[in-house]
């Protein structure tokens, strides 16, 4: 990626790499790249894409690299230069890597993959490839039904990666040492456990669009079942995990717990397709947070659960963390809790550092419709606990509802307000304020559920449904929030779709579909086009199915039987429960009970958890001194925005373990004063810092601890203490010395243009920003001014370098928007009050 295109985006960060964790190998037998169809900072969150860039670099012969969809400021000057899309970490094209393997997480990021795919350079149908091709292979939660997607992939990964993916990168390396053909390549794959080949079945259709038969073309290959890891003990966890600059939708360490769940909620498709529940060990999870918090500076952890409050051990394992962490200021979340589960207990602990806000999710208002769904919640529990967040000090809670669920009627929407009315007055009736956002989002039947057979409400039905809510929520002063209709007709689609909307995805890239997920970019009337243009309508995949209808994924095996889904589905026609399968096998076929059977830790067998040391830094209390710091940032840190700056600092004093000082308050932050920003794409040999740390603890010491951990392009020059009520940076710095490199064709004449503008009494200057003039005078802030062959260099007071050298030349500032500028010296108003005065050697 060129480095002058990351300064024409809106976050250079997304493209930079260079991350902390990140690893470059080179010349390894097997090139892996993880590709996530969705733009970095929701890639970046994704605990599976870690997971498995650390599994494949922990082997000596592969290599995994990262690729995530570019934004359209980015796709803009992709196409406009002609440049291929590639890795982070080596700027590997993904044409050149033998395995591309995509994250399929979401029905609405598929216009991505394809996007990507183009963008590479990459043939978008299988059957177009050549020999020379990389593997295009796809997993997660939508491969569970991956028919839509069928004719532009290889392969798929149905289940657990952790295991299967150096399978799968082994069969390549010895594919490839063989020197074998591609179809001899998908031959070997589908040997192993959870691959899926597509192209090694046929599907027919009859006259009405139903799927007539699903036709394997080889006898051994009739029927693929999923993989299964057997253990979540001993499973590979990234604990030295790649730390983005940027903040991302999940920035903190995010840690496994258990995985599955043994509810049986029959809307939930993970529910089933992560079947049977298997539990960390607490102690394996101390272990982990420990060093995951030590490699990464993070100041959250979130316990990663189907439901948390389920895992055996939550009570004992929270307090653990707490008595850990809580005196380091580390935070604990839980991103699903289910109502039942929730005790004081935990809700004290969990506010013990700040308060990270709190989800319910009844989905369903009435007591009638949560038993059609089983979702096993009462109402009076749910006011109990709505009740103790609100006396823990939680001011909000959020509450999270499906509309459009088999057999809702009026009734059970008139039941969804009532409800939250209620939890609006246990807040209220304590005096802790009682705000509640209501949630919404339609019903899209899915894959592997008891209501895979539903029918899904339309587009009409879905907006009247949410005009009623909106109208009555209001009246009792509700907050709410909805999904776009539009957005649930379309993964509606998807979700349950056949491989005939190959084509509408095909006509759909062609008129520029990407980021459907994203409502800025999401375009209905193009999608319409593209359904129309295919031959195919979207209702179809809406409507109800028969129990005698085959299916798009019946030839995919998840583990349960079909007969306990279409028995699960009878039961909620009745309102008959099926029991939590802690207490009781209730035979959904996923277990063998010897090698894969349920593994849970229970609380009284685990005994009392080791508590280790806090480090325990100190708030703004106590000794304390301050310490400048002199730092540079160079080479591709300078796209580095100010504020990504700050936090970069932030993990980095943390993982060096500096005994930095905080603020007070109820969200405390480190004690650092940075000097003016830069700005982004400005190199500087001169940018400064002031910290307060712990007295005694040495300037040199802080300077080799962040160096230490500092990623390429940033490092510590100069650390020494200052006096604690010295003068702040922005105070006492008085003017900058920059040098601005012109390009040799625009730099002809320059020591000339330098005179002229030194002879000037005055060089008036005006600059739009934010909506607002800004105007001050150039040669009355310019200090120094000289030109040497293609550079200026100048020292100025106010202003920015390109604006002197562009008023210097008579050019514009977008003409020398390619110039490079280094900030070179810091000049400081009075050197006395700085203890000497700290420049940086000349360039």
């Known amino acids: 990626m060129s480095d002058l295109n990351l300064l024409k985006v809106e976050k250079p960060a997304r493209y930079m790499g260079g991350e902390m964790g990140a690893v470059r190998k080179d010349g390894a037998e097997v090139r892996f790249v993880l590709a996530f169809p969705d733009v970095y900072e929701v890639g970046m969150s994704h605990l599976g894409l870690k997971i498995l860039y650390s599994v494949l670099n922990d082997v000596s012969w592969a290599s995994a690299e ?6 359209p400021d980015m796709e803009e000057l992709l196409r406009r230069d002609r440049i291929q899309l590639s890795t982070l970490e080596t700027g590997l094209p993904l044409a050149q890597a033998d395995i591309v393997g ?22 978008l149908l ?55 053909l591609r179809s001899e390549l998908l031959e070997r794959l589908a040997a192993i456990q959870g691959v899926y080949i597509p192209s090694f079945f046929n599907v027919e259709y009859d006259g009405e669009g139903r799927i007539a038969g699903i036709l394997p073309l080889r006898d051994d290959y009739r029927r693929v079942r999923r993989r299964f890891l057997t253990r979540l003990d001993g499973a590979p966890y990234p604990a030295a995990p790649v730390v983005p600059f940027l903040k991302t939708v999940h920035d903190r360490v995010s840690l496994e717990i258990s995985r599955g769940c043994t509810r049986g909620c029959r809307f939930c498709q993970a529910g089933y397709i992560y079947r ?139 039941a969804l307000i009532e409800l939250a009315r209620k939890v609006k007055l246990e807040g209220k009736r304590l005096g802790k304020g009682g705000d509640v956002n209501v949630a919404v989002s339609t019903f899209v039947p899915k894959a592997h559920t008891p209501f895979q057979w539903e029918a899904q409400i339309s587009f009409e039905e879905t907006l009247e449904r949410q005009r009623f809510l909106r109208q009555e929520l209001k009246r009792h002063r509700l907050n709410f929030k909805w999904q776009d209709a539009s957005l649930s007709v379309m993964e509606g689609v998807f979700a ?52 005698d209808e085959i299916l798009p994924w019946d030839h995919l095996d998840c583990g349960v039987s079909s007969e306990y889904l279409r028995a699960e589905r009878e039961k909620a026609g009745v309102e008959a429960v099926t029991p939590d399968c802690r207490t009781g096998c209730t035979g959904c076929g996923v277990c063998n009970f010897t090698d894969l059977k349920m593994l849970v830790h229970d609380a009284d067998a685990a005994g009392e958890l080791p508590a280790a040391v806090s480090k325990a830094a100190p708030l703004s209390t106590g000794e304390r001194q301050r310490v400048r710091l002199r730092f540079t940032k160079t080479g591709r840190m300078r796209y580095l925005s100010h504020l990504e700056m700050i936090a970069l600092f932030g993990r980095a004093v943390s993982r060096a373990d500096i005994p930095v000082m905080f603020s007070q308050g109820f969200h405390p932050h480190p004690k650092f004063s940075f000097a003016t920003a830069l700005s982004v794409g400005v190199e500087s040999y ?37 006096p604690l009520r010295a003068q702040s940076l922005s105070v006492i710095i008085n003017a900058v010395r920059y040098k601005v490199t012109l390009p040799p064709h625009l730099a002809a004449g320059l020591p000339g243009q330098a005179a002229r503008f030194l002879s000037l009494d005055s060089c008036s200057y005006r600059r739009e920003k934010k909506g607002k003039t800004q105007e001050f005078d150039l040669r009355h802030e310019l200090v120094e001014l000289k030109a040497s062959g293609p550079v200026l260099e100048m020292v100025v007071r106010r202003g920015k370098p390109v604006e002197y050298a562009a008023a210097v ?19 400081f108003a009075s050197p006395e009050e700085t203890h000497n005065e700290m420049c940086a050697p000349s360039i």
């Not at 990262?66 to 934004?71: E, G, I, K, L, N």
Request: net charge negative.
């Open 102 to 123: 995509f994250t399929l997480q979401y029905e609405l990021s598929y216009s991505n993959i394809l996007n990507m795919l183009e963008l590479a350079g990459i043939p």
């Open 126 to 180: 299988a059957s177009e490839r050549g020999e020379d091709a990389p593997l295009i292979l796809g997993g997660g939660p939508c491969a569970y039904n991956p028919e839509p997607l069928a004719e532009f992939f290889d392969a798929f990964l149905i289940g657990d990666g952790e295991e299967a993916v150096l399978e799968i990168a082994s069969v390549v390396r010895e594919w490839k040492r063989d020197g074998g």
């Open 496 to 547: 349950r779709g056949d491989r005939r909307l190959g084509r509408v995805l095909l006509e759909a890239r062609r008129l520029g579909c990407r980021f459907d997920g994203w409502g800025e970019h999401f375009s209905m009337s193009k999608w319409q086009e593209a359904f129309a243009t295919a031959g195919v309508d979207p209702a179809f995949y809406h409507r109800q199915r028969g129990f």
């Open 686 to 722: 001169a940018e400064y810092m002031d910290m307060e740390v712990a007295a005694g603890f040495p300037p040199q010491l802080v300077m080799q601890g962040l160096n230490d951990v500092l990623p390429e392009g940033v490092m510590v020059a100069e650390a020494e203490e200052i």
């Open 66 to 71: 990262r690729a995530y969809a570019p934004w």
């Open 809 to 827: 030349t008579g050019l514009t500032v977008a003409e020398l928007s390619e110039s490079p500028v280094e900030k070179v010296e810091v000049i």
């Open 276 to 414: 049977p529940v298997r539990e960390r060990s607490p102690r394996t999870v101390l272990q982990l947070v420990e060093e995951a918090l030590r490699n990464s500076g993070y100041e959250e952890i979130s316990l990663l659960s189907l439901s948390a409050g389920d895992y055996g051990c939550i009570a004992p394992l929270l307090k653990a963390l707490m008595a850990r962490h809580a005196d380091d200021r580390i935070a604990v979340s839980f991103p699903s809790l289910r109502v039942g589960t929730l005790t004081k207990e935990l809700v004290e602990e969990v506010k013990r550092v700040r308060k990270t806000g709190f989800t319910l999710a009844p989905e369903a208002g009435s007591e009638r419709l949560r038993r059609v769904i089983n979702k096993g919640i009462e109402e009076e529990n749910l006011l109990r606990s709505a009740a103790e967040v609100y006396g823990a000090g939680w001011r909000m809670i959020k509450l999270y509802f499906m509309i459009g669920l088999p057999t809702e009627t009026r009734e059970d929407l008139l």
